[in-house]
């Protein structure tokens, strides 16, 4: 699929970028991978990890997807963008709002507009289960620009650029989660836990990263794809992380939730089931055509993926394995 291709990673010194393009150099031969990011010490840092004597289809753009110019000419040849950048973390986007809309939405229009324009073929973006019934300003940000996504197709006119989205859960390790901070407080003895009830999904970065690669071969266009992926109370994976420790009950913080959805009982009517995933269909008909997921089930109507009612479970001894991997 992705063998002589030009990929385009946005906001690719990140965790997931990082974890991508190590698993495509792995598994494929691309003509180049560009990582387009704003962090100039990211990117040298990486080159390091993946030297030009090695990987000679690397490429580092220095950019930021709140500039459309700078898009335009990051964006010629491109095949495929995968779309990763984001201002993700929730505190920060409470306080400083106006640049989480400039990144997460104001980005989302430049990268559409110019991937249309450049005859980029696919364009995959990540989500969030924060964006599913959002109370935050980055679950906000983050379903806007889902949609901007998802309506990108209706942009297309004649050219032949499609859109979809992933979304899934909080990622095992990955920056800023609470795993890497649990774990740098296993030595206060003392684990401060928002609320015992707490529930979360989880999904490992190679997961995520695998999941995106497979969305990005099977999609038509206008999909939205959310992995079938495990929950585990936060008490379960504080005591996994460190049953030594003691718990302290420091109440839930603004734009929290106590469990997360990842498809709300609105958006069944639109959703199908499948083996190891769902689909959210668009509500565009003039686009439905391409849907022919014979093998998809509609879900019931009532049904509601939450964190909470999930029928998948990561045990104690699992979460150990993972962060053990890492």
């Known amino acids: 699929m992705l063998n002589d291709k030009i990929i385009l ?44 004597s090695k990987y000679d289809c690397m490429r580092y753009f220095i950019g930021d997807v709140r500039d459309k110019e700078r898009l335009y000419r990051a ?19 409470e306080y400083n709002p106006f640049e989480a809309v400039k990144t997460n939405i104001l980005g989302a229009q430049n990268v559409i507009n110019v991937a249309i324009d450049q005859g980029v073929k696919k364009v995959i973006a990540l989500s969030t289960d924060k964006a599913a019934n959002p109370i935050n300003l980055y679950g906000a ?6 949609k ?15 859109f979809s989205v992933v979304r ?14 649990f774990l740098e407080q296993k ?11 707490m529930t979360r999904f989880w999904i ?64 069944a009517r639109k959703t199908l089931e499948f083996e190891n995933y769902y689909i959210m269909r668009p509500d565009f008909r003039f686009f439905g055509h391409r849907f022919n ?15 909470e009612t999930n029928t998948l479970w990561l045990t104690a001894e699992e979460l150990r394995e993972i962060i053990e991997e890492l």
């Open 9 to 52: 990673i946005t906001g690719g010194t990140g965790s997931f970028g990082k974890k991508c393009a190590a698993i495509i150099l792995k598994k494929y031969k691309p003509k180049k991978i560009i990582i387009f990011s704003r962090d100039e010490l990211k990117q040298f840092e990486m080159a390091q990890q993946f030297p030009d």
């Open 75 to 93: 964006f010629q040849g491109v095949d495929i963008v995968i779309h990763a950048a984001a201002l993700k973390q929730v505190p920060a986007a």
């Open 141 to 146: 940000t983050k379903l806007c620009s889902d």
């Open 148 to 162: 901007l996504f998802i309506a990108g197709n209706s942009y297309v006119g004649r050219d032949d650029t499609i």
């Open 168 to 181: 899934y859960g909080n990622v095992v390790g990955s920056r800023g989660s609470v795993i890497p901070f």
């Open 187 to 197: 030595d206060t003895g003392v684990l401060p836990i928002t609320d015992p009830r």
């Open 204 to 267: 490992t970065l190679e997961q995520g990263v695998n999941f995106v690669l497979d969305c990005l071969e099977r999609m038509v266009g206008g999909e939205l794809f959310i992995p079938k992926i495990p929950s585990m109370n936060i008490m379960d994976l504080a005591k996994a992380i460190a049953p030594e420790c003691k718990a302290k009950i420091i109440g839930i913080r603004p734009g929290e939730k106590l469990h997360e959805v990842m498809i709300s009982r609105d958006d």
């Open 293 to 307: 997921h014979d093998d998809g089930n509609p879900v019931p109507e009532d049904f509601e993926y939450n964190s």
